[in-house]
């Protein structure tokens, strides 16, 4: 049995997680936390045990994902809220993959949420809660050297990859991957898949009712939060 390295002090605490060294410098340990934001941490709540829910699920899916050839920082789960990570130098560049408009893409484009887009669109937003996050062209992270132009060219090829793999697999589930958050990382001069992979990050709905099974249930003030993250974990696990 592999024996968990000693969890040493806090380095970094966000809005979903709490990160720790531990004596190895190339590893951390994640510690999922119940606490919900929204709307760049304006709106604040809890989501009972969707720190275990969101573990579980990033355990599920990044397994699913290396298993596929997709290299992530996930070495194994610990327990219900820990996971061990590699430990990444984040790039400061969020990438988002769009299967339907949804969210701010509807918005900010007048387009009715829900339409279905011809191909998946790769959008870029600067990692910064003080702007908010701001939408970015793949030329502003090259000008102010946050990634590279080769990065960029293997972090669009990933997401891409990433978006089949796992659209497939949530299909055959009834569930329609509307969208989602990735966020990659160097380590030791190669880009891998960092953060996690849940309902905090993407947006799912059921394929035959439309019936969202995300954080926009606690974002819109639907109601379910708890039983919609329960749901999207128990057909994972299916």
């Known amino acids: 049995m592999e024996t968990t390295p000693e969890k040493l002090e806090m ?3 966000g809005k979903a997680k709490k990160l720790y060294s531990t004596p190895d410098p190339d590893l951390v340990i994640a510690y999922f936390k119940d606490d919900a934001t929204a709307f760049n941490a ?3 709540g809890t989501i009972e045990d969707k720190g275990v ?4 699920m990033s355990e599920l899916f990044f397994t699913l994902l290396e298993r596929s050839g997709v290299k992530t920082h996930f070495v194994r789960r610990i327990n219900d809220r820990e996971m061990l990570c ?4 984040i790039v400061p560049v969020e990438t988002v993959v769009r299967n339907l408009v949804a969210g ?3 918005k900010r ?3 009715e949420e829900g339409e279905q887009l011809p191909r998946p669109v790769v959008e ?9 996050d701001p939408l970015i062209l793949g030329e502003h992270a090259i000008a102010f050297g946050w990634a590279t132009a080769e990065e960029l060219k293997t972090i669009d090829r990933l997401a891409l990859r990433v978006n089949e793999i796992l659209g497939l697999f949530l299909d055959e589930r009834g569930i329609l991957l ?11 001069g190669e880009i891998l898949l960092g953060d996690e992979i849940c309902p905090d990050t993407c947006r799912f709905w059921d394929k035959a009712t439309r019936k969202k099974l995300d954080k926009d249930r606690f974002r819109r003030d639907l109601g379910d939060v708890e039983e919609a993250y329960q749901e999207m974990l128990r057909r994972v696990e299916k």
Request: hydrophobic share 30%.
């Open 124 to 132: 870029y937003y600067y990692k910064n809660d003080a702007l908010d």
């Open 178 to 188: 509307v969208d989602f958050k990735l966020e990659f990382g160097r380590y030791h």
């Open 86 to 89: 590699k430990r990444l130098q």
């Open 53 to 56: 829910i969101n573990n579980r």
């Open 42 to 44: 304006k709106k604040r």
């Open 109 to 111: 484009l007048g387009r």
């Open 104 to 106: 701010s893409m509807a």
């Open 11 to 13: 380095f970094y605490e």
